[in-house]
């Protein structure tokens, strides 16, 4: 009789910081139902990875599954596969991280389950070369990867139904390969699919191992499964119909595979992932023709043929695709850095809580876009600078010492350019000489608050298939993978795609016509006449025992109809621990007389557009308005913005009227559950008319102040 071994695997994952009400639908349509289904067929031998986040949350809210977990573990039905305990990406975290994270993982089954892992889920499959030398010092036998990290090296068809093993500077791993054609057939075709797809692939001397192992999510909680997968059955047939055929269906875990069969030879992988990551990490325009182009392909049957030839970006192009993921990651990269410096040095609680927070600003979710929201969402944004910003607040008093504020002048992103970053400990503000004089980021270390998380609007492959999706809609009875699946949340969404030419940091400085509109501004459609916002200032420091002033200048120019006329910006930020940060322009006109905006751009995340604790104050009366809201104010002394949520009020001063522009930044992004509008934060533009006459001087002045409750205070106050 011809027999096949079947690896069954399933991963189940939430970031860190999603919404409670995101992690119970999760729990109750895909979690509990899939874990107690199997349950019921101890024959169903299966590997099971959890992430470290769900672990957490299972802990204080869903211990019944610990249980269920623990009684398949005692009768050897489940494997559990160990990982980084938050789901990090482990090539591109600090390998002191990546193995402190594996040890973490393995520890914890070990210590609730009695179970220490041999193998590790790889997260999003995320292959680099040198990876077996990690994974080998961690203890770790094996991982799964992609059939396509094979194919792309020449292993097709059933070749690809064993493991192999790879090295690096002679530290062996096993490598499982995943089955895509399992993948996208499970759970969307009939259960008898899969049982075919066995049965020809079986032969007299059983030694094939066909491998499925994917995310969990696809069990209940994407788009229109849970009926399908529970209500219609598909689960239960499914099980039993393996249970049915066992006589040549060998049920393994991963573990059992290595421990009775051979690998079928040596691999060296290339830097490799998914094939749709590859189309993702792309730039947008060549995004979007590497997706026509496979499609194409598989129009005309040549796909699978081509396939191995095919190959976009990597992973760590994310890195360069959006700026505001490098940000987070080289602010992680920093804090491990700081944190292993200061090692020995920090009591042992202080230590193990920053080590905790940059762990947890690890997870991978947050820092790329694909199919999931990813960099997209506000609040996996703000739960890794959370994370960040926690860890740091145990480990700046240690870099204060007595001093009353700290300055670090050098390259702290590693591009070559110094950064600047002053702190007191109850505020941090970081600037980037190199990009407009730019006040890139400004942190409420008491509240662990990014204020400035947001994200530029930017180009996306998908964005061009937006208009063909408006009248599409999800047909229940369609049971696809959201690989496949295209649909709009609402109509008109082309109408609210605008792209910004610059990145969203703060302290810009703009110069406009008199006329410019505030909804110009809002779509980024307003004429730029100045050569300052993306551009390089020079820059000094001044140091007292008290307070610290930088001064930013450039000499720059106004263009009009190709012609560029001299002009300069001297903005002096004056930094005093306790007191609002002041911001003096001294503006320099050359020898044409100009009638000109000039303006300075921050931009704030505020999460949400729709909490009434986060609102607006301004004008004379400081009326409250929305985030959402449009907001185009004259002769003003005084702005508030309030983040009730965090503790934190933003308050805007100056001792001369300024006009002042609040506008809500929104994208047009893909999620499983098609394409979607998310609100970003506010841009706000303080700006006045000025008219110089030639060789004039005229000043513009500011102050900022950042009110904020610690962790742990009753509720803001919300007026």
Not at 551 to 566: D, Q, T, V
Request: glycine share 6%.
């Amino acid at each position: 009789m011809k027999r096949i071994s079947f690896v069954f695997g399933v991963h189940l994952h939430q970031p860190v910081g999603n919404f409670d009400w995101v992690m119970e639908e999760a729990v109750f349509h895909a979690y509990l139902p899939f874990l107690k289904t199997v349950a019921r067929h101890p024959e169903f031998r299966f590997s099971l990875h959890i992430s470290g986040p769900l672990w957490d949350y299972f802990s204080e809210k869903h211990r019944e599954i610990f249980d269920i977990v623990g009684e398949m573990v005692a009768r050897s039905q489940v494997e559990l596969v160990g990982g980084g305990y938050y789901e990090p990406i482990l090539a591109v975290i600090p390998r002191r991280d990546a193995l402190g994270q594996l040890k973490m993982m393995s520890n914890f089954l070990e210590k609730n389950f009695s179970s220490r892992p041999r193998g590790i889920w790889l997260t999003e499959r995320i292959w680099e070369p040198f990876l077996p030398s990690i994974l080998y010092e961690a203890g770790v036998e094996y991982t799964a990867v992609d059939d396509y990290h094979l194919k792309s090296i020449g292993i097709t068809g059933d070749d690809l139904l064993g493991y192999y093993v790879t090295e690096d500077d002679a530290h062996p791993v096993a490598i499982f390969p995943i089955s895509e054609e399992l993948r996208y057939a499970i759970p969307f075709d009939a259960p008898e699919k899969t049982i075919e797809y066995l049965s020809s692939r079986a032969n007299d001397w059983g030694g094939r191992v066909a491998i499925i192992a994917d995310d969990g999510e696809k069990f209940g909680l994407w788009p229109g499964t849970y009926d399908w997968v529970y209500k219609d059955g598909w689960l239960e047939k499914f099980l039993k119909l393996l249970e049915s055929n066992l006589s040549w269906i060998n049920l393994q875990t991963f573990s059992e595979v290595l421990d009775s069969h051979r690998s079928f030879g040596r691999v060296y992988l290339p830097t490799a992932s998914y094939f749709e990551m590859n189309e993702w990490t792309l730039p947008a325009e060549l995004a979007y023709r590497f997706h026509i182009l496979t499609e194409e392909l598989k129009k005309k049957g040549r796909f699978e043929e081509v396939k191995p030839f095919l190959k976009g970006g990597y992973w760590r192009n994310f890195l360069s695709k959006y700026p505001e993921s490098d940000r987070m990651h080289k602010r992680m990269t920093g804090l491990s850095s700081l944190l292993h410096s200061l090692e020995g040095k920090l009591d042992k609680n202080s230590y193990e809580k920053s080590r905790l927070s940059l762990y947890r600003s690890q997870v991978n979710c947050a820092y790329w876009h694909g199919i999931f929201g990813g960099l997209y969402l506000p609040h996996l944004r703000d739960a890794i600078f959370e994370n960040i910003l926690e860890g740091e607040r145990q480990l700046v008093p240690h870099l204060l010492g007595d001093a009353p504020y700290l300055l670090r002048v050098e390259d702290m992103n590693a591009d070559r350019e110094d950064e600047i970053q002053l702190t007191d400990g109850r505020v941090s503000l970081w600037f980037m000489p190199r990009y407009g004089g730019s006040l890139f980021e400004i942190d409420a270390l008491l509240s662990d608050f990014c204020v400035t998380n947001t994200v530029t609007r930017r180009r996306e492959g998908y964005h061009k298939l937006v208009p063909q999706t408006e009248e599409s809609a999800y047909d229940e009875n369609e049971h696809k993978s959201i690989h496949e699946l295209v649909t709009s949340k609402e109509r008109n969404l082309y109408a609210h795609l605008f792209y910004d030419w610059y990145t969203r940091y703060s302290l810009l400085d703009h110069i406009m016509p008199p006329d410019e509109t505030v909804l110009r501004f809002r779509n980024c459609q307003f004429a730029e006449l100045g050569d300052f916002v993306n551009q390089p200032y020079d820059f000094d420091v001044k140091e007292s025992t008290s307070s610290c002033e930088i001064l930013f200048s450039r000499n720059g120019g106004i263009w009009r109809e190709g012609k560029r006329y001299p002009f300069g910006v001297e903005k002096r930020i004056r930094f005093t621990p306790g007191k609002p940060t002041e911001f003096l322009y001294t503006l320099k006109n050359g020898d044409t007389p100009q009638d000109v905006i000039f303006g300075v751009e921050f931009n704030f995340g505020l999460l949400t557009r729709d909490d009434p604790s986060t609102y607006i104050l301004s004008g004379r009366s400081l009326r409250r308005t929305k985030p959402s809201e449009l907001v185009e104010l004259s002769d003003v002394h005084q702005f508030r913005i309030v983040v009730g949520s965090k503790g934190v009020e933003l308050v805007f001063k100056s001792d001369e009227p300024v006009n002042v522009w609040s506008v809500p930044i929104e994208t047009v992004s893909i999620s499983e559950s098609g394409f979607e509008r998310l609100y970003q934060g506010n841009a706000i533009l303080f700006h006045r008319r000025f008219s110089f006459a030639p060789d004039e001087q005229k000043g513009f002045s500011f102050a900022m102040e950042i009110k904020q409750r610690s962790k742990g205070e009753e509720q803001y106050n919300k007026r």
